[in-house]
């Protein structure tokens, strides 16, 4: 089974500049979930969707970051204009669906994003 | 708020040595705790999901233990390749499966 693509891998950005990332979740899987990973802390979750309908993006900064999921299946994330500050690992996962009594989240690689 | 803390924040093992890593919590109410591994450069790997205190669950060298406030990683003769960060995430009663994370254990086993 194929688990969760993202790209790019990795990104150096200038700040004030814009930026995307792609995530590709496991099939099947309803709940797709996009974290932000600062370097020597844990994840932290920004926005989370089931199908195509946002859950709950209540830590997701909206004056810069955007994110939509269209077709229910892939997820784009978006910051616009970055920040030295976003510097992070972003991560995308997916879950088999909110209502499944095991709903344990698979993870992607993530993208190193850097802005100089 | 919910919090995860983890420690110790690092713990350098030699092979064959075994210990414990600890992940305390505070939620209003626990519907489940999830144990993760995090290799260099890639993102967290699922290891264990408790649902309740005192359920076990083993996979390989690892054991994942859980009381009312907290959960234990006993790791039993480590090997190099157990070598990683590992990560304690707690999901609330009442959640959207909104996980909280702790900042994990970096652990190191030397040969």
């Known amino acids: 089974e194929a688990g969760v693509a993202q790209s790019p891998r990795y990104k150096i950005i200038e700040k004030r500049q814009s930026v995307a990332f792609w995530c590709n979740p496991i099939?099947?899987?309803?709940?797709l979930y996009w974290y932000q990973q600062i370097l020597g802390q844990g994840p932290k979750l920004l926005i989370q969707?089931?199908?195509?309908?946002?859950?709950?993006d209540s830590q997701l900064p909206k004056d810069r970051f955007s994110a939509e999921r269209l077709k229910g299946v892939d997820s784009t994330l978006k910051i616009q204009p970055a920040k030295l500050e976003d510097s992070a690992v972003y991560l995308c996962?997916?879950?088999?669906?909110?209502?499944?009594?095991?709903?344990?989240?698979?993870f992607g690689p993530g993208t190193r994003l850097t802005v100089l | 708020e919910d919090q995860v803390t983890q420690s110790p924040e690092a713990l350098r093992l030699q092979e064959g040595e075994s210990s414990s890593l600890n992940c305390s919590y505070t939620v209003s109410g626990l519907r489940g705790l999830f144990w993760y591994r995090q290799d260099p450069g890639k993102g967290p790997e699922f290891l264990f999901t408790l649902y309740s205190a005192g359920e076990e669950k083993e996979k390989e060298r690892l054991k994942a233990t859980l009381t009312k406030k907290e959960s234990f990683l006993h790791i039993t003769a480590p090997k190099p390749e157990d070598s990683a960060t590992y990560l304690c995430a707690v999901l609330p009663l009442g959640s959207n499966y909104k996980l909280t994370f702790g900042k994990g254990t970096l652990l190191t086993v030397n040969p």
């Open positions: 099939s099947g899987h309803a709940t």
């Open positions: 996962a997916s879950s088999l669906d909110l209502g499944a009594s095991r709903n344990e989240q698979f």
């Open positions: 969707f089931q199908n195509n309908g946002v859950v709950d």
